[in-house]
């Protein structure tokens, strides 16, 4: 069981940058695989990043890709997305996903658990 807790979302400019957290609970955090995900207003839910339990594997979406980096402290149970250069094409909703499965159930948002999100809107 894991309860997860997005943070670090907000208004920025384009081009700018910002760091969201997925905080968690749970004794066992360090087993779980992360996703994130995002969803804007009239679309479908789309992957963004996953990251492994140890850290040692990662996947980008490729809208990302180059922009983005997933990262976690297992100390502080918590994994982050630090976003760079935003687009305005970046607003939406940000989710994270967690799960005791493999990498790809997570890219595919098929964990068990999800947070409440974090909105992050880009302005032009």
């Known amino acids: 069981q894991v309860q997860l807790v997005e943070s670090g979302g907000g208004l920025v400019q384009a081009g700018g940058s910002l760091r969201l957290s997925c905080a968690a609970s749970?004794?066992?955090?360090?087993?779980?695989?992360i996703g994130w995900f995002r969803q804007a207003p009239g679309k479908e839910r789309e992957f963004v990043a996953a990251i492994s339990g140890s850290g040692g594997s990662t996947r980008y979406a490729d809208s990302v890709k180059g922009r983005c980096t997933i990262s976690r402290d297992n100390g502080k149970k918590t994994v982050y997305l630090q976003m760079n250069t935003l687009k305005p094409d970046d607003t939406a909703v940000y989710y994270c996903n967690a799960d005791l499965r493999s990498i790809g159930i997570v890219t595919r948002g098929g964990g068990d658990y999800w947070g409440q999100g974090t909105q992050v809107t880009v302005s032009s």
């Open positions: 749970g004794r066992t955090f360090s087993s779980y695989t």
